[in-house]
């Protein structure tokens, strides 16, 4: 999983996980995983800068990390890229919701000229799994909530 520009993925034990990726085709970067149930703030794992020495343990997710083969983790992982989102060029940006190596639902996003808060929003928003969601009402659609 490499490219230069990346999605971010949630994947992991419990029946829901949420991955962050950018990228597009078939080349997608992994910059943060989320997984349900683990009573740990995903917000906050979200907004904690990255460790200087990247590893799991420290919830920080390693350049060359493959999640395919780490689907047991209860641990929110979030990347060091999240930190330099300005230069990585950014095309697309793909949210995915899933478990056990499963993808259930997504939401992609136009990533161009964006910054590590703005691209999820419904301007951005290119298409997904709910086919209504660009035209319904929403009373909250950001990072913040």
């Known amino acids: 999983m490499s ?13 829901f996980s949420t991955s962050v990726v950018y990228g597009h085709g078939d080349n997608w970067k992994l910059v943060f995983h989320a997984v349900s149930g683990n009573g740990k703030s995903v917000l ?16 920080c997710l390693p350049l060359k ?13 979030r ?3 999240i930190d330099k989102w300005k230069s990585l060029n950014i095309v697309k940006i793909r949210v995915t919701f899933g478990g056990q190596g499963n993808i ?7 990533g161009s000229g964006s910054d590590k808060l ?3 929003s419904k301007s951005r928003l290119l298409h997904g799994s709910w086919s209504d969601l ?8 950001s990072i913040k909530g």
Request: hydrophobic content about 40%; proline content about 3%.
């Open 134 to 141: 660009k035209t319904s009402n929403t009373t909250y659609f």
């Open 65 to 77: 990390f493959n999640l395919d083969n780490w689907r047991d983790n209860v641990t929110h992982l």
């Open 44 to 59: 906050h794992a979200r907004n904690t800068m990255s460790p200087a020495v990247c590893t799991t343990d420290s919830g």
């Open 104 to 110: 259930f639902a997504f939401l992609e996003f136009d």
């Open 3 to 15: 490219s230069s520009s990346g999605v971010l993925r949630f994947l992991g034990l419990m029946v």
């Open 79 to 81: 990347s060091p890229l």
């Open 118 to 120: 703005n691209w999820f």
